[in-house]
């Protein structure tokens, strides 16, 4: 804690809300315990927010957003900037946070603090290209009108966005919604994850510190069995932008009329051919399945490859996971502690059901409270349970299967499809399974990923609605609006 920090902390160490432009502490006198995956302790307390607390904040937003779209984009554009900078000269404890509570590598910490200054400062540059372009459609262009009629088209703020981002990326994930609503002239309210609210927190000082008007930017916690679906159906609210598992389809159903944003999960699948690079392959399987302890929307989940090359692909992977260090964040191992014992005990049933019926687990099953070693499992088939569901874990499943359609279809058959990847050294075997493959993003080569930031990022079926991106998001947050012009009579250009 540095004294940049000192004031979003009561005298009692829990941390405050944010609410109309103060540092607040809640009427409640509620608090929610922030459990440290690493020791199992409470390391820190969070405001248990009222229904009250959460209206007023809606009614501060509310009372500022019309000004708040009244502000040019370049004054928008540098709010941001600043924001940028602040977050980036104050990064320790960010970085810190995010170790204590959702078991962060120390220096993927750091990254997600940087990368996320990075996304704000990109937001605010290409606000001002994208959102400054208006439209100008003449009648004449439509059979049988004459240019009578000029249509003036622009891009107007939603009003209220809520933005609720996930535990694993607290403060990218919640930056990356904030900083388009922002700057496309709406007001946001934050509700951060409980294991992430005090990372979060600390980045929200960081647009407090800006000078961002009061009610601008707001941000709430508590339990979201209190005030979760309060905040979601609130009439106050203009728009959703969730990033999370399947509470997110009970929030989509319940939104009404508003527009929404959802990233929901995946079950990221990986095709290698038979022609593959099998070193490549190997190399990003575990990179790409492992880091984060496989703690990523994007992670790879399942394998599927072709028989042909499957002894020697599984050979080279377990390779990779021997040299996998495991341990504690702090001391920048590559698989630390999942989130809770929960997902602990999830992860652990997947794989005792995937070895009842007969899969081949190529590393003893090892655990140690939330921490689990990294597990390959091998012989997968489509009964057990891995095959289709999330593990959310450092496990991955290997389907052996006999040809690509077969890879295909089994892609397809989930309900899950965020992202997917390939490995071919064919390009035309790469764009045809590329094409075949329905789900939001393919990578060919490499594994799946968010990003870079402003590349499209979006899920078919139960992995999302809409699409995120810088460009997408901004797009998200405005809505069009039309004001034509009625001429006396036809006037044409030079004519």
Request: glycine fraction near 8%; hydrophobic fraction near 40%.
């Amino acid at each position: 804690m540095t004294g940049f920090y000192d004031e979003i902390v009561a005298s009692s160490g829990v941390y405050k809300y944010y609410g109309n432009g103060e540092w607040k502490e809640s009427s409640s006198g509620k608090t929610v315990g922030v459990i440290n995956p690493s020791t199992l302790k409470k390391d820190f307390q969070v405001q248990a927010c009222s229904q009250d607390e959460v209206n007023a904040v809606f009614d501060a937003a509310k009372g500022v957003q019309r000004s708040w779209a009244k502000t040019p984009l370049w004054k928008r554009a540098e709010y941001l900037h600043k924001v940028d900078a602040i977050m980036k000269d104050n990064v320790g404890p960010i970085a810190n946070a995010l170790v204590k509570e959702v078991a962060k590598a120390a220096k993927d910490a750091k990254t997600e603090v940087v990368r996320s200054g990075d996304l704000i400062a990109y937001t605010a540059e290409e606000g001002v290209r994208y959102l400054g372009q208006g439209k100008l459609l003449n009648s004449d262009s439509f059979p049988g009108q004459d240019r009578s009629k000029m249509c003036l088209c622009q891009k107007v703020p939603l009003g209220v966005v809520l933005c609720i981002p996930p535990f694993n990326y607290p403060v990218n994930l919640a930056v990356s919604k904030m900083a388009p609503a922002l700057m496309a002239g709406n007001c946001v309210v934050v509700k951060p994850p409980s294991q992430g609210a005090v990372s979060a927190l600390h980045m929200i000082q960081a647009f407090h510190k800006a000078g961002f008007p009061p009610g601008v930017v707001q941000c709430v916690t508590g339990k979201g069995s209190e005030i979760g679906d309060y905040l979601t159906q609130h009439p106050a609210v203009n728009c959703i932008s969730f990033t999370g598992g399947d509470t997110g389809i009970s929030v989509s159903k319940k939104a009404g009329m508003i527009p929404i944003q959802m990233e929901l999960g995946g079950k990221d699948a990986c095709i290698v051919c038979h022609d593959a690079d099998i070193d490549l392959a190997a190399k990003n399987i575990v990179k790409g399945g492992f880091s984060y302890s496989g703690q990523r929307c994007t992670a790879v989940k399942v394998v599927l490859v072709m028989e042909e090359v499957a002894d020697e692909l599984v050979k080279k992977i377990n390779k990779g996971v021997d040299e996998l260090t495991v341990g504690m964040p702090e001391d920048d191992c590559a698989i630390t502690p999942v989130i809770s014992e929960s997902s602990a005990n999830f992860i652990e049933g997947l794989v005792k059901d995937a070895e009842e019926k007969g899969a081949t687990l190529c590393q003893k099953y090892k655990r140690e409270n939330n921490l689990i070693w990294p597990v390959l499992i091998d012989h997968v088939n489509a009964d057990m349970r891995i095959a289709w569901e999330e593990p959310f874990g450092p496990v991955i499943p290997v389907i052996r299967v006999k040809n690509i359609d077969d890879a295909i279809d089994h892609c397809n058959s989930n309900n899950l499809a965020l992202q997917g990847c390939l490995f071919t050294t064919n390009i035309n075997t790469a764009i045809r399974i590329s094409d075949a493959m329905e789900t939001g993003t393919v990578q060919v080569n490499a594994a799946p990923a968010r990003g870079p930031d402003h590349f499209p990022f979006q899920g078919f079926r139960d992995s999302g609605i809409g699409s995120q991106g810088i460009i997408n998001s901004l797009a998200m947050m405005v809505r069009d609006k039309s004001t034509v012009i009625n001429l006396d009579k036809p006037s044409y250009t030079m004519g």
